[in-house]
C-alpha cells in the first residue's frame, strides 16, 4: 500500500515553532520530490516548500511568504521529509498536506493533511 503519513501540527503561540514530518513508503513510483503544500481557510492549496530528494545537493522551492522562516530537510533513507517552522505567524494557519512526486510538476501521493494552527 502506498502512503504517505503526516505528523507535528498543532496549535502554537505567534513566534514559536513546530516541525512536520512526512514518511513515505509503499511507492510505485520513483519518488524524486518531496514537500509541502497548505490550503488556509477560504483560500486556494499553494507550495510551501518542495525539494529535489534524488539528489544531496538538491535546492528546494519557498514560496516567498516563508522564505527565511521555513526549511525543508530529508532523512538520510530519502523517504522522509520534515518542514522545520519558525518564527510563526497567525497567517501560517493552515492544514498542511505532504507531497511526494515523480518529478517537480507531477503530483504522485498526498498526505492526510495535519492542521496548523498560529494564535495571536
Known amino acids: 500500500q502506498v ?3 503526516e505528523s507535528g501540527g498543532g496549535l502554537v503561540q505567534a513566534g514559536g515553532s513546530l516541525r512536520l514530518s512526512c514518511a513515505a513508503s509503499g511507492s510505485i513510483f520513483s519518488i524524486n520530490y518531496m514537500g ?6 477560504g483560500k486556494q492549496r499553494e507550495l510551501v516548500a518542495m525539494l529535489n530528494v534524488g539528489y544531496i545537493g538538491g535546492s528546494p522551492d519557498y514560496t516567498d511568504s516563508v522564505k527565511g522562516r521555513f526549511t525543508i530537510s530529508r532523512d ?3 523517504n522522509t ?3 522545520q517552522m ?5 497567517e ?5 498536506y505532504c ?5 517537480r510538476y507531477t503530483p504522485g501521493l498526498w498526505g492526510q493533511g495535519t492542521q496548523v494552527t498560529v494564535s495571536s
Not at 36 to 41: D, F, L, S, V
Request: aromatic letters at 14%.
Open 76 to 78: 538520510n533513507a530519502k
Open 99 to 103: 507531497s511526494a512526486r515523480p518529478n
Open 81 to 83: 521529509v520534515y518542514l
Open 36 to 41: 509541502w503544500y497548505r490550503q488556509a481557510p
Open 92 to 96: 501560517d494557519t493552515a492544514v498542511y
Open 3 to 5: 502512503q504517505l503519513v
Open 86 to 90: 519558525n518564527s510563526l505567524k497567525p
